[in-house]
């Protein structure tokens, strides 16, 4: 693989949203299974590899989005919980999957705990760049309810683990054309080179 490849793997990994997803397409379980083991590949400081994930399909997922909106409405009331509830189930015809975010705390702290986050990022990076030639779409979700308490109670997570989002993955429709990608500023505004 040359530069050219790696920027042009790079520039096309873009997030695409539910109302881009095609409900009558699943992905095939083996496609996950070739996402996550990308993932296994992030970079990691004291081989550490912090990233866990827990998948949901079919009725754990609708399951999974009912959680979300009880986790929710301990905060959300009225009209918001009622915006929140149609937008879930919205989801929940249109996502195939999705993957749970955690990161897992190295039970010795021999690192900080930034640098585990920092590694289940990455691992998520390599996630998001191997969706296209898997003809997979979709996004990186977090919000209030993803770094709650309470959702670390449904997924059972260790008194220092974290959940940092969920992946919300989908079979495209039609997919828009690449101009819909965001542009980035000069990266020669971003940097000081001394």
Not at 93 to 99: A, L
Not at 154 to 175: A, E, R, S, T
């Amino acid at each position: 693989m040359n530069y050219q490849d790696t920027l042009n793997l790079i520039k096309s990994r873009r997030s695409l949203y539910p109302a881009q997803m095609d409900e009558n397409k699943s992905i095939p379980e083996e496609d996950i299974w070739k996402l996550l083991e990308l993932a296994n590949y992030a970079p990691t400081h004291k081989i550490t590899e912090p990233w866990r994930f827990q998948v949901y399909a079919g009725e754990k997922l609708i399951e999974f989005y009912d959680e979300l909106i009880r986790i929710s409405s301990t905060w959300m009331t009225g009209e918001e919980l009622v915006k929140l509830r149609k937008k879930m189930d919205e989801r929940k015809s249109k996502i195939s999957h999705i993957i749970v975010i955690i990161m897992k705390r190295d039970e010795q702290e021999r690192i900080p705990v930034q640098e585990e986050e920092y590694a289940t990022a990455c691992a998520v990076q390599n996630i998001l760049l191997g969706m296209g030639p898997l003809n997979i779409i979709g996004y990186w979700g977090t919000g209030k309810a993803s770094f709650s308490k309470e959702m670390a109670e449904y997924l059972v997570l260790g008194p220092k683990d974290k959940c940092m989002g969920w992946l919300q993955l989908g079979v495209p429709k039609i997919l828009p054309p690449d101009s819909a990608r965001r542009t980035p500023g000069d990266i020669k505004e971003k940097v000081d080179w001394k």
